[in-house]
């Protein structure tokens, strides 16, 4: 093959082979996508940023995709399964249980029956000190720490998915299905109440004295904002507790041993004025609401008590995941 003959050789150095096309490359600065310098905007910015090509940091782990993952998750089904059935376990236990009511100081069980509204009441009374609080503890307190168990956590990471955003996600999910679930319950049972009981006024115990439903509901509504805000310690002690540990067990543990050991404090009067303090003790504040004149002295302090205790906890839970060594 003469010199002439021969093909010439690319702009790499390569020499292509006899017959082939050489394609044509686009790097020039009017090249397709490329700004006035000849750079890819996409490319330049991330390679800016430290970040892969084409990595968006605010696009992993969207909440949709969260929000799915932990809806189909058994102990979810499960949890709300049960909250869903208790108000209808209830009537039936009224319904077929000894009739009658005390005389004197009326209780919240000796009223029970006396409508949809009462009824609703008793049911968020006796499982707001204890059913709601495994149930808070459980969304908080297994999200983090059963990505630990399964050793999925550090994929996440590497994913990568930015530490402050995968709690972050995490919190705001875990709190939206804690929020279901104290909405869920006493909204079941007054519809339960209103079906087996009828649609009545609201007697208060203690006085028995009778408030209109309608003057009620607002009262409910509010009851009701109260109980979720109430809850927050619970969320926050296990949301620590769940970057702390591999065992979500401990940390749904953790956050109930808090509030039982909260509960037996309380009941030490020598304790005085510092049992104001605790997370449990403005609990069964909202009471007070339903009253014919109502005092909201206690729920403001306990909504104090609550958010700020739950700031703390949760500022130290993103403290702590920061500097964790995650290796599971």
């Excluded at 109260?226 to 310690?233: G, K, N, R």
Aim: aromatic share 8%; proline share 7%; glycine share 10%.
């Amino acid at each position: 093959m003469s010199p002439a003959e021969r093909p010439a050789p690319d702009l790499t150095g390569e020499v292509p082979a006899a017959g082939r096309a050489v394609p044509a490359r686009h790097d020039g600065p009017d090249a397709p996508g490329k700004d006035a310098q000849g750079h890819t905007p996409g490319r330049a910015a991330g390679r800016a940023a430290g970040h892969a090509p084409g990595y968006a940091p605010g696009r992993t782990l969207p909440l949709r995709v969260e929000f799915v993952r932990q809806l189909r998750r058994r102990r979810t089904m499960a949890m709300f399964g049960v909250l869903l059935a208790l108000p209808w376990v209830l009537v039936v236990a009224f319904q077929f249980g000894p009739a009658g009511r005390g005389q004197g100081n009326l209780r919240l069980s000796d009223l029970a029956t006396a409508g949809g509204l009462n009824f609703a009441v008793f049911a968020l009374s006796v499982s707001a000190s204890f059913l709601l609080v495994v149930a808070v503890a459980l969304f908080c307190g297994d999200t983090v720490a059963s990505e630990a168990s399964w050793s999925s956590l550090r994929y996440l990471l590497a994913a990568p998915v930015p530490r402050d955003r995968l709690l972050r996600q995490k919190l705001v999910v875990a709190l939206a299905y804690s929020a279901a679930a104290v909405t869920v319950l006493p909204l079941m049972a007054l519809l339960a109440g209103t079906l087996a009981f009828g649609w009545n006024d609201i007697t208060v115990p203690g006085t028995g004295e009778v408030i209109p439903a309608a003057d009620v509901l607002p009262k409910f509504a509010v009851v009701i904002g109260y109980a979720l805000v109430s809850q927050l310690v619970v969320a926050s002690v296990a949301f620590l507790l769940s970057v702390t540990t591999d065992s979500p067990l401990g940390a749904v543990g953790g956050a109930v041993g808090l509030v039982i050991v909260s509960s037996i404090l309380q009941a030490v009067e020598a304790l005085g004025s510092l049992r104001e303090f605790l997370p449990t003790f403005w609990n069964a504040a909202w009471l007070d609401a339903l009253a014919p004149e109502p005092d909201y002295g206690g729920m403001v302090k306990g909504v104090a008590i609550s958010v700020t205790y739950s700031a703390v906890i949760i500022a130290l839970a993103f403290r702590r995941f920061r500097r964790r060594d995650v290796v599971s």
